[in-house]
């Protein structure tokens, strides 16, 4: 597997490549990962990894090589380009020494994509991404400086990327078009939805809540992952503005962190929370009156946040300040456990909140379809059975690999290695 994102990393892409990984690993086979250094969702790299340039670790019965990369601590079109582009350059110069039978990778790190399609063309075996986002489509609508240009070149890579590809996993269908738009036959697209990764809330929510320091018959909203662009959060700054009698909380981290408590301006009732560890997560998003995913207006995103299906394992309902036609607000809709209200509208969503505060039997109702819908499709044995089928699937059709040792550019690598390659 080629993921940029892998343990310890606790959001995003990086629990589901852990898993399948993991997984593998427990049914007996020999699972190797080439991955970056853990840097998601901070943007800054684990402190357990600063210095490090080349490193090889055992993970869960998984071989975990990482290569050094760059970090940007703040998105532009440049700084993205520059971590694509380390990503790809230290993937190329000290490759794992592996011999795959398939190659998975992990989009959208669009080097990740390369690295893998180049990796599995050496080897002569089955090559399958499987697209968690698209690059192209978030540059140009994320308002990244230089967005239009970093969007057609980025559409570029994917292209070539995809078009390699044996079969093509998609975490939704609502992708299915845009890869097929890239050149990839529909008939080698499948859907390989994303599941629930996170445990069921153990504790009585009254505990949490005291634990928090979230009073009784306070109405709390959370929002928990990443705090980027993408996720236009301003809106959940101004509803706390609006109504001092609303407890936001913004868990997690991220580049916009500091511009985001910089607009705060020190509101009492914006409280800005560090990760938990996660054996608190699942019972921290239950202590919750209300969860929330935002995205910016100009985002028409066909991608499924990681926080969404680990908010329907919690019981809680969910407001979606996104647009319509996006992924998130079909697969809200689709489990029935949240209400859509406008993305960067304070007021709508301070007004959906206030209702569901109001109304308790309803929250509690729409709350109880989240678990419901995790456990009928978004189940991790569902979730990786899929995964299985897919690999199973490209091993069953793949012409048989070349009988010849393949060229290895790792040899040719070594002399390269900086002088302090491990921790």
């Given at each position: 597997?080629?993921?940029t994102?892998y ?22 086979a ?16 684990d402190?357990?990894?600063?210095g ?8 869960g019965?998984?071989?975990v ?40 990778a992990q ?20 090559y399958v991404p ?21 969007a ?9 990327v995809l ?10 269908e ?5 890869v097929a ?39 709390v ?13 301003e809106?959940?700054v ?8 609303v407890?936001?909380?913004?868990m ?5 962190r ?22 608190d997560?699942?019972d921290?998003?239950a ?19 990681s ?11 969910v ?23 406008a993305?960067?509208?304070p ?7 206030l ?45 048989p ?15 390269a ?5 491990d921790?």
């Open positions: 597997m080629v993921s994102n343990a310890p990393e606790h959001t995003g892409i990086g629990p589901y490549a852990t898993q399948i990984a993991e997984h593998w690993a427990a049914g007996g020999e699972v190797a990962v080439l991955a970056g250094m853990p840097h998601y969702p901070a943007w800054e790299t402190p357990a990894y600063r490090v340039w080349r490193t090889e670790e055992e993970r019965g998984v071989r090589h990482r290569r050094r990369h760059t970090v940007p601590p703040r998105q532009t079109a440049v700084r993205r380009a520059l971590f694509e582009a380390s990503v790809l350059v230290h993937g190329l110069l000290a490759p794992p020494r592996v011999r795959p039978d398939v190659v998975v989009l959208p790190s669009l080097a990740g994509g390369v690295l893998a399609a180049r990796t599995a063309r050496r080897h002569g075996v089955p499987i697209v968690q986002d698209l690059m192209g489509a978030a540059a140009k609508q994320s308002g990244i400086s230089g967005g239009d240009r970093a057609a070149a980025a559409s570029a890579v994917e292209a070539y078009k390699r590809a044996t079969l093509v996993g998609v975490i939704h609502s992708f299915t078009d845009k738009a890239l050149g990839v036959p529909r008939e080698r697209i499948r859907v390989v939805p994303n599941w629930s990764h996170v445990a069921r809330p153990s504790r009585p929510r009254a505990e949490m809540r005291a634990r928090l320091g979230w009073r009784e018959g306070q109405t909203v959370l929002h928990s992952g990443n705090m980027g662009l993408k996720q236009g959060l809106v959940l101004e509803t706390a503005r609006l109504d001092p009698a407890r936001v909380v913004l997690g981290d991220g580049n916009q500091e511009q985001l408590r910089a607009l705060a301006g020190g509101m009492p009732n914006l409280e800005f929370m560090p990760p938990v560890d996660d054996a997560f699942p921290v998003l202590a919750a009156d209300v969860l929330a995913v935002t995205q910016r207006a100009s985002v028409l995103d066909m991608s499924i946040p926080k969404l299906t680990s908010y329907f394992a919690t019981g809680r309902p407001v979606a300040s996104v647009a319509a036609e996006g992924g998130t607000a079909e697969e809200v809709l689709r489990s029935g456990a949240g209400v859509l209200v993305p960067e509208d007021h709508a969503l301070l007004k959906a909140v209702a569901l505060a109001e109304d308790p039997e309803s929250a509690d109702e729409l709350g109880s379809n989240g678990p419901r819908y995790a456990d009928a499709h978004l189940s991790r044995t569902a979730g990786l059975d899929r995964i299985d089928a897919l690999v199973a699937e490209v091993l069953d059709t793949a012409p690999a070349p009988s010849a040792p393949p060229v290895a550019f790792a040899e040719s690598a070594q002399a290695e900086p002088a302090h390659s921790t």
